[in-house]
């Protein structure tokens, strides 16, 4: 890799962190969202007193990366075997709130519906409650949460009162999980 390149990708990542520190310690902004089957979830409202994992994606193209983090997010975080600990592997069960939230906004609001009907159909029924639809406006949400680019999702860990505790942006990594669940571990 040439010298320009990574100074390029230095300055790039010193953008985003400084984006994101702007972002962190700041309530997440009220959202009205659904699920597939119709049932409302207000963010943060009706997430506070547990940690909560959220990721965005608001253009197709960043559905594949959004999609990168539900398996490793599933059985981290969503999938409740009895007790709170894995008598194989000792592993401690996290009580947390995860979401996925496709945003529909402009033209694609109409698509909403659509979307939650291939949900059910197509999805593990496991995963369905943990997938949110957000239908209406962008512009709070990008200038609230800096939103840099459509075509990549972002991700946010709130506290246990809608705060913005860790933001990251992009596919899953071993290193990204790795922070999340540094944070929600804490007590």
């Known amino acids: 890799m040439s010298k320009r390149v990574i100074q390029f990708l230095a300055i790039m990542a010193?953008?985003?962190?400084?984006?994101?520190?702007?972002?962190?310690?700041?309530?997440f902004p009220s959202m009205?969202?659904?699920?597939a089957d119709g049932k409302v979830v207000d963010l943060p409202k009706d997430t506070q007193g547990k940690y909560t994992l959220l990721g965005l994606a608001f253009s197709k193209k960043s559905e594949d990366d959004l999609n990168s983090w539900m398996e490793p997010v599933f059985w981290k975080f969503i999938d409740k075997p009895e007790g709170k600990i894995d008598q194989l592997f000792g592993n401690?069960?996290?009580?947390?709130?995860?979401?996925f939230v496709p945003m529909f906004t402009g033209i694609k609001t109409a698509a909403t519906g659509t979307a939650k009907k291939q949900a059910l159909k197509k999805m593990d029924s496991r995963l369905i409650p943990s997938i949110l639809f957000y239908k209406g406006n962008l512009k709070p949400y990008k200038d609230a949460l800096d939103f840099q680019q459509k075509d990549i999702p972002y991700f946010f860990v709130l506290d246990k009162k809608g705060k913005i505790v860790y933001a990251t942006s992009g596919s899953y990594s071993d290193e990204k999980m790795a922070k999340v669940e540094e944070i929600v571990g804490e007590k």
């Open 14 to 27: 010193l953008f985003s962190f400084q984006s994101y520190a702007q972002v962190v310690g700041s309530q």
């Open 92 to 99: 401690y069960q996290y009580d947390v709130n995860a979401y």
């Open 32 to 35: 009205n969202t659904s699920t």
